[in-house]
């Protein structure tokens, strides 16, 4: 089986979710494809306002993700600069899958979301995601240029569209098998649903 996963750097429920899939994923026998997408993009088509922008949503949003991390002992110290629109990582993300493969790119994606989630630190700087990605081995100069190559931003702005056409609206999200989960609070149905997936075949 095969789980697409939706996320975006700025959601703090795609953080835990993004700590949870792979674990899910090989738990049931299922392979994870990562698919950032940018939030706004998808909100702006739809008509719902990002939980930023409505204060009474927004202080619910902050208190049940400090809740959630505590109930579920995840690390939760998110930089100063949270929230905010971030685009880079992204696209970074993208560039590093072209040239280095899933593999490290997935790696670069959970190490953003360390950064940025429990160590305080503002992966919208590029200095940042550049010390990130020389971590992982890869060249510097190149991942520089290769955040701004246009053939990337149209790469990852031609994500955000197939991802809408596949009835994502929000992140995370998950497609397992073309069943849609919305939300990290749908995990546990999708557990339940991969189990029973599994178990009949």
């Known amino acids: 089986m095969v789980l697409d996963f939706y996320f975006d750097f700025a959601s703090g429920y795609s953080y835990f979710a993004a700590r949870r899939i792979e674990w899910l994923a090989a738990a049931h026998g299922a392979k ?27 202080a619910y949003v902050t208190r049940d993700m400090q809740r959630t991390a505590q109930e579920e ?4 110290n998110p930089s100063p600069a949270f929230p905010q629109m971030l685009i880079a990582p992204g696209r970074a993300m993208l560039w590093v899958r072209a040239n280095h493969g899933e593999e490290v790119a997935v ?3 959970r190490t953003c979301f360390q950064a940025y989630y429990a160590d ?13 990605a020389e971590g992982l081995g890869i060249d510097g100069s190149a991942f520089l240029a290769g955040m ?3 053939a990337i931003k149209s790469q990852f702005k031609e994500g955000n ?22 939300g990290y609070d749908r995990f546990g149905n999708l557990e339940r649903w991969l189990a029973a997936a599994r178990k009949v075949a």
Request: charged share 15%.
């Open 32 to 58: 994870v494809r990562w698919h950032p997408v940018l939030l706004p993009a998808l909100t702006q088509v739809t008509g719902v306002l990002p939980s930023p922008v409505v204060p009474v949503k927004w």
């Open 73 to 76: 002992a995840i690390p939760f």
């Open 107 to 109: 790696s670069f994606a």
């Open 120 to 132: 305080a630190v503002d992966i919208a700087d590029k200095a940042v995601l550049l010390g990130i």
């Open 148 to 150: 701004e190559d246009p």
């Open 161 to 182: 569209e197939r991802a809408l056409a596949q009835g994502v609206f929000g992140v995370p999200f998950v497609i397992a098998e073309g069943e849609p989960f919305w």
